[in-house]
Every structure is written in C-alpha cells, then in structure tokens.
C-alpha cells in the first residue's frame, strides 16, 4: 500500500456547459459520490490534479479535501481529451474505512522464469486483474506475481497460488488460471522453389523447358 495521498478540491456549482469555462481556467471538474454520500460536485487544480492522478489506480485510496470536509475516495472513472492528452472530469467514489468493500486489483509479472530464459517459452496471461476484499486503507496498489516460479513448459500460476495478506482476501476463483508458460509457436518458413527444385509429374517438363525444345526443333527443321 502506497502512502496517503491528498488531493485538495473545492465545492463548485458550475456544471453543464459552463464547466468549460471552468477548464480554461486551469480547473478540473469531477465529482464525489458513494453509499450515504450525497454527491458533490467538486473542482481541482488541474495540473496537480494530473500528476497525483497519473500514478493511482483504481484500488487506490485518496483523500479529498473539499473546502476542509475529507472523503477517503477511490478513483472510479478519469475522462480524457484524447486529442490534446489532458483529463478533463474525474469520478471518486466516497468509501468508508470501517466497511470492507470489493475492488479489482490489477495483475503485474516480475522475476525471471528458467521455462522462458531456458526452453523459449512463451508466457500466456490468463488474469490481469484480481477481485479483493478489504478495508479500503487495504488495498494493494497491485498484485506482483513473482513468474520464477515457472521452470518448464506447461508450468502455470493459478489464483491459489498468490499470497497478499491476511488484510486482504482473494474473491477470484482459485483455480483461474494467472499466467501460463507455453510451448514457442513454430514459425512458418516458406520454401522458395526453383524450376530445378520442381518435381515433374509424370513426366512433364517445366513449361520454360517445353518451349527451349520447341526453338531447337524449329532450328532443326529450317
């Protein structure tokens, strides 16, 4: 779990059209909303705003601060400008610290495995993501699954085989299947054929042949 972050908001009252007026003035719209939470509407600073935001993910927890009021959120939803690359609304889900709640945690391979470094293999993902259970202060950032342990092809990881804490529980299936270690595909090589390289049926000849004989034989007869 990362540390506490901060994000201070303030309560604003422009919305529809008008928030893009909002924008031009440095200023990130988004809204706070959750169980017994009234939502609220909310704006950032925009440039601080985006760099805190760059590196959470949706299991993690950040406090916002609006106008001194505090909501422990989750990120749930950034909307962006594709065009100019920049956030334009961002979704925070109001969450309890004493209510367990449900959240996917995204899947990140680390370590070196003898089945791909030794055999060629290639490694399959089944999950990229596991469901947990925890208090919201709990919450892994990620969950790095250590491939090491896939010495030969046909070695596997399954959801039973990951360990995080004894805060967190795996909702996910055990027998899903995480990452598997899987034999190379044979690459095609296409075979460049030559008139030499031709295998006559039945005794025919290369049209290129054919023709060499016609010439002579005309050359013959003249």
Not at 26 to 42: K, R
Not at 144 to 173: E, P, Q, R, W, Y
Not at 198 to 222: F, N, S
Request: avoid cysteine; proline fraction near 4%; charge should be negative.
């Amino acid at each position: 779990m990362m540390d506490k972050v901060f994000l201070k908001a303030t309560a604003r009252t422009l919305t529809g059209r008008h928030v893009r007026a909002l924008r031009r003035t440095g200023q990130l719209p988004g809204v706070i909303y959750g169980h017994n939470v009234e939502p609220v509407n909310i704006s950032l600073d925009a440039r601080d705003a985006a760099k805190v935001l760059a590196r959470l993910s949706s299991s993690s927890l950040v406090t916002i601060d609006v106008d001194g009021k505090e909501y422990p959120s989750l990120v749930r939803e950034k909307q962006m400008n594709y065009i100019k690359r920049n956030l334009i609304h961002v979704d925070f889900q109001a969450v309890s610290l004493t209510e367990k709640i449900r959240a996917n945690v995204g899947i990140q391979l680390t370590g070196n495995s003898i089945a791909v470094k030794d055999f060629n293999a290639m490694l399959i993902n089944g999950l990229t993501e596991l469901e947990v259970e925890a208090f919201p202060q709990d919450l892994p950032e990620r969950v790095v699954v250590d491939i090491g342990a896939l010495n030969k092809i046909g070695d596997a990881i399954h959801v039973k085989d990951i360990f995080l804490s004894d805060k967190v529980t795996i909702m996910s299936a055990p027998d899903e299947m995480v990452v598997l270690a899987t034999a190379p595909t044979k690459e095609e090589v296409e075979e460049v054929v030559t008139p030499e390289a031709v295998v006559l049926a039945e005794g025919t000849e290369p049209e290129v042949i054919e023709k060499g004989k016609k010439e002579e034989e005309e050359e013959e007869k003249k």
